[in-house]
């Protein structure tokens, strides 16, 4: 499967970016996609996952919960994270992930396949 990843960008504070990630040839499987990000100097962190549409399994991290929305649209093979009210502390270079089981998403070390990455840059 290849993700590719888009959206990313220069904000100021309290400002909104969506981000997409759409996947790509062989698909099948890799039913749950979503989020992570890694700041300068800092590991890469979990954000967001959802599964396909219809199991009802999505996940934020406790940190954006109020701010971050994730969604995706299967008949695109796309998912996205709309992102409000952004911080400075938000800026990251943001990675688009894809596995076959959520659980998985608990650690960068365990998904099976990653997107390039898009740069989130929020200005105070």
């Known amino acids: 499967v290849q993700l590719q990843a888009s959206g990313g960008g220069l904000v100021q504070a309290g400002e909104s970016l969506r981000l997409s990630c759409r996947a790509s040839?062989?698909?099948?499987?890799?039913?749950?996609m979503g989020w992570f990000r890694q700041a300068p100097g800092k590991e890469r962190e979990f954000v967001a996952l959802m599964e396909s549409s219809g199991s009802g399994i999505y996940n934020l991290h406790a940190g954006v919960k109020n701010r971050f929305t994730i969604s995706r649209d299967d008949a695109k093979s796309t998912v996205y994270l709309q992102m409000n009210s952004l911080k400075p502390e938000d800026t990251a270079v943001y990675y688009c992930?894809?596995?076959?089981?959520?659980?998985?998403?608990?650690?960068?070390?365990?998904?099976?396949?990653w997107g390039q990455g898009t740069l989130v840059t929020v200005s105070s």
């Open positions: 040839g062989g698909t099948d499987g890799y039913d749950v």
């Open positions: 992930a894809a596995d076959r089981h959520y659980t998985n998403f608990a650690s960068p070390n365990w998904i099976h396949a």
